[in-house]
């Protein structure tokens, strides 16, 4: 299980037909990589945008990408843990990819905090810095994976859950439990996934449909914005922390739930499935979400959006084409070349050596007997159970 968003494809089952969708048996499906990318970009994108001064255009805009730009990402995420079991060795290869990650970056964006803008930043394992949250919290989804290959109806459970959790202040705090039962659902929706649903999203007539929900998906996200905060879009705060009705914190569970499937759907039915020129920068996304971030707030601390120009509509295109070049860049394979040490550690200095099995036992090979020598049908039997 190599690094979180750069993860290989699930073995194809035998029974997957040739026409369902399945990833090829001798490769990377290309459709995930290009997702995966597309993704980022969006990430990217979204964050450049909050220190822009406050439109109501760019604010909708911004609400719509958060519906389902982060939930496409956690369902990629859980199509990809599907066969994570809890071996000492895919444990190790969790610690590494994100533990130590979280760690290493935690340290490098307080010392960055510290530099640009409060001295007096505390650091804080518990309280993960921004845009770090989703490290533990994969973390912790995947730990969580044999049980929702257990228990019935994993979705409609998880989506229990993460409707109690709103109506739950004390998820809050630590880790950003919140977030991490708020953003479940999908996690164990993309268990539940086959590839069979990935060809179906990408049928004609589902990109054709796509175009027009994506214009109501606009049109609904402009009318929302005066009337709705968008902090219900970021997945971190209860009902009680946004000052509403408790029972407004599961409503809005299940609608923001049911608006990211069809949203992330429309998503993905325009995904190319073959290989492009953005399908190596897919395999890298990782170190674009780390990274980007350092990029995003040194600009924003260094007075960079403080210019009329940026609050023109000018400006917020020269904002969004930026920061998909700048993620860009920050996920191509030179980028992952120069950071692999920092970002995918193998140390297996800290790792205990498996004990020492006993070695196994030798069994003399059979004596031949002249009835098998002499029957055909017994030598194609051994031959075909050596191959």
């Given at each position: 299980?190599?690094?979180?968003?750069?993860?290989?494809?699930?073995?194809?089952?035998?029974?997957?037909?040739?026409?369902?969708?399945?990833?090829?048996?001798?490769?990377?499906?290309?459709?995930?990589?290009?997702?995966?990318?597309?993704?980022?970009v969006?990430?990217?994108?979204?964050?450049?945008?909050?220190?822009?001064?406050?439109?109501?255009?760019?604010?909708?805009?911004?609400?719509?990408?958060?519906?389902?730009?982060?939930?496409?990402?956690?369902?990629?995420?859980?199509?990809?843990?599907?066969?994570?079991?809890?071996?000492?060795?895919?444990?190790?290869?969790?610690?590494?990819?994100?533990l130590?990650?979280?760690?290493?970056?935690?340290?490098?964006?307080?010392?960055?905090?510290?530099?640009?803008r409060?001295?007096?930043?505390?650091?804080?394992?518990?309280?993960?810095?921004?845009?770090?949250?989703?490290?533990?919290?994969?973390?912790?989804?995947?730990?969580?994976?044999?049980?929702?290959?257990?228990?019935?109806a994993?979705?409609?459970?998880?989506?229990?859950?993460?409707?109690?959790?709103?109506?739950?202040?004390?998820?809050?705090?630590?880790?950003?439990?919140?977030r991490?039962l708020?953003?479940?659902?999908?996690?164990?929706?993309?268990?539940?996934?086959?590839?069979?649903?990935?060809?179906?999203?990408?049928?004609?007539?589902?990109?054709?449909?796509?175009?027009?929900?994506?214009?109501?998906g606009?049109?609904?996200?402009?009318?929302l914005?005066p009337?709705?905060?968008?902090?219900w879009?970021?997945?971190?705060?209860?009902?009680?922390?946004?000052?509403?009705?408790?029972?407004?914190?599961?409503?809005?569970?299940?609608?923001?739930?049911?608006?990211?499937?069809?949203l992330?759907?429309?998503?993905?039915?325009?995904?190319?499935?073959?290989?492009?020129?953005?399908?190596?920068?897919?395999?890298?996304?990782?170190?674009?979400?780390?990274?980007?971030?350092?990029?995003?707030?040194?600009?924003?601390?260094?007075?960079?959006?403080?210019?009329?120009?940026?609050?023109?509509?000018?400006?917020?295109?020269?904002?969004?084409?930026?920061?998909?070049?700048?993620?860009?860049?920050?996920?191509?394979?030179?980028?992952?070349?120069?950071?692999?040490?920092?970002?995918?550690?193998?140390?297996?200095w800290?790792?205990?050596?498996?004990?020492?099995?006993?070695?196994?036992?030798?069994?003399?090979?059979?004596?031949?007997?002249?009835?098998?020598?002499?029957?055909?049908?017994?030598?194609?039997?051994?031959?075909?159970?050596?191959?």
């Open positions: 299980m190599p690094s979180p968003l750069t993860s290989k494809p699930p073995r194809p089952t035998a029974a997957a037909s040739p026409g369902s969708g399945a990833p090829p048996a001798a490769g990377r499906d290309h459709f995930f990589d290009n997702a995966k990318y597309l993704a980022i969006l990430v990217a994108v979204g964050h450049a945008w909050e220190p822009l001064p406050p439109g109501r255009l760019v604010e909708a805009a911004y609400t719509f990408v958060y519906t389902f730009h982060m939930p496409v990402f956690i369902l990629i995420a859980g199509y990809f843990s599907r066969n994570f079991e809890l071996r000492p060795d895919r444990v190790w290869k969790l610690v590494t990819s994100l130590v990650p979280y760690v290493l970056f935690e340290c490098l964006y307080t010392v960055f905090q510290r530099a640009l409060d001295p007096d930043y505390s650091l804080s394992l518990l309280s993960p810095y921004w845009l770090l949250w989703f490290l533990p919290a994969l973390f912790f989804w995947r730990l969580s994976t044999p049980l929702w290959q257990t228990v019935r994993p979705v409609a459970v998880s989506l229990a859950i993460a409707a109690l959790a709103t109506v739950s202040p004390a998820a809050d705090g630590t880790l950003q439990v919140q991490i708020q953003f479940l659902p999908f996690y164990v929706l993309g268990l539940r996934l086959g590839p069979q649903h990935f060809a179906w999203v990408r049928r004609p007539w589902v990109r054709v449909a796509s175009v027009p929900v994506f214009a109501a606009m049109l609904l996200a402009y009318w914005v009337r709705t905060s968008t902090s879009f970021f997945r971190k705060n209860s009902a009680q922390e946004l000052e509403a009705s408790q029972w407004t914190g599961p409503v809005a569970t299940v609608a923001l739930f049911a608006a990211a499937l069809v992330g759907a429309c998503f993905l039915s325009w995904v190319p499935k073959g290989r492009t020129w953005m399908t190596a920068l897919g395999a890298c996304t990782l170190y674009g979400y780390l990274l980007h971030g350092f990029v995003v707030r040194g600009l924003f601390y260094e007075g960079f959006y403080d210019g009329p120009f940026f609050d023109t509509t000018g400006g917020t295109v020269v904002v969004t084409l930026g920061a998909a070049v700048m993620v860009t860049l920050l996920c191509t394979p030179p980028v992952r070349s120069l950071l692999r040490p920092l970002l995918e550690p193998r140390m297996e800290a790792r205990q050596k498996p004990p020492a099995g006993p070695p196994p036992a030798s069994t003399p090979p059979p004596a031949s007997t002249p009835s098998s020598a002499s029957t055909p049908s017994s030598g194609a039997a051994a031959a075909s159970g050596a191959a």
